[in-house]
């Protein structure tokens, strides 16, 4: 995709202790983000979808090492100072976290730490950092907006404060706005409705979305494009439609087939599990979990290879199962 806003390309990540590489979460990993596009990334806990947003946002802990690019605008967020990095999060680059309760600071009052983020990357403050502050708490559906500034987080319910982590992360109008399972902590009502919130958002101001998720559900109805991940790497990615009606990894057809479905008394579930760690891993990581398991799959990890113009498999038998 020549107009990719985000090309993470033969993304690792490491982590060391005293000299030595303890595990690998993340192997490899190939995906992109057009402008304006919803990129949905699924599969399983474990399969390093979370620590790819923050190897992104520069967020990984210290004995963190990665390889790799991670091309953001063309420039390789990897090689950035961390000063760089910094200023990047929360201004082009966003995100809203699974628990709204853990992101925002207990002690400061969140039209305090709301008017912080327009003065760090900014420069904003006095009226003009309140009314634009206040024009996002609205657009996000916060009508008190004056109650909501005068709170502390606890003071609000768990839907009202994950619409207040959206206000914020948009509050400087990112490119990018990275959500990591935005809506694992609300109700199945709140839920939907957060996200129909951050559609519309997403459609009126015109910034992308990597959406972070293991819900297929809501993958197939806010996201452009997918990317299956398995033990640190993309198994599968293509348009959403095309992957979710003719998968052709067979983990994905696993995950496919996980789904509960009203024809059905029971769930078919994937034998096995992600592998806790990958450094001891040869050949394809899914091979002990796979119905299709050939030899060549113990003895080397597939590529990701086109099957078709947009829809990509890493399978030895090439999306043929």
């Not at 819900?215 to 439609?241: H, I, M, N, Q």
């Not at 479905?261 to 050949?283: D, F, T, W, Y």
């Not at 113009?309 to 890493?314: C, F, M, T």
């Amino acid at each position: 995709m020549s107009t990719a806003l985000l090309h993470v390309r033969d993304l690792s990540i490491e982590f060391v202790e005293r000299r030595r590489v303890t595990n690998r979460p993340v192997r490899g990993a190939e995906f992109e983000i057009g402008r304006g596009e919803v990129l949905g990334i699924v599969g399983e806990t474990g399969c390093g979808k979370s620590i790819t947003a923050h190897a992104i946002l520069g967020t990984l802990p210290p004995q963190a090492r990665t390889s790799g690019q991670v091309l953001f605008d063309g420039e390789d967020q990897l090689t950035l100072t961390e000063k760089k990095r910094a200023l990047a999060r929360g201004d082009v680059i966003s995100i809203v976290f699974q628990n709204p309760g853990t992101a925002f600071n207990p002690v400061f009052k969140l039209g305090h730490q709301l008017r912080m983020v327009l003065k760090r990357h900014r420069g904003i403050t006095g009226e003009d950092a309140m009314t634009a502050i206040v024009q996002r708490l609205r657009d996000v559906g916060l009508t008190d907006t004056d109650r909501v500034m005068k709170s502390y987080p606890h003071e609000l319910s768990g839907g009202m404060l994950q619409r207040v982590m959206i206000a914020m992360a948009l509050l400087c109008e990112p490119k990018l706005l990275i959500l990591d399972e935005p809506t694992t902590a609300l109700d199945v009502t709140v839920a939907r409705q957060i996200l129909l919130l951050i559609l519309e958002l997403q459609r009126s101001i015109g910034f992308s979305v990597l959406l972070i998720t293991h819900d297929l559900g809501v993958v197939k109805a806010t996201c452009d494009r997918v990317a299956v991940f398995y033990a640190g790497r993309v198994a599968e990615t293509g348009p959403t439609d095309t992957v979710l009606r003719e998968p052709k990894h067979p983990y994905t057809q696993g995950l496919i087939g996980a789904l509960p479905r009203r024809s059905e008394n029971r769930l078919v579930s994937i034998p096995g599990q992600v592998p806790a760690n990958l450094l001891s891993v040869q050949g394809c990581a899914f091979a002990d979990r796979c119905f299709a398991v050939i030899a060549e799959c113990r003895d080397r990890d597939p590529d990701l290879r086109p099957i078709s113009p947009e829809h990509e498999v890493a399978c030895h038998r090439g999306g043929d199962v």
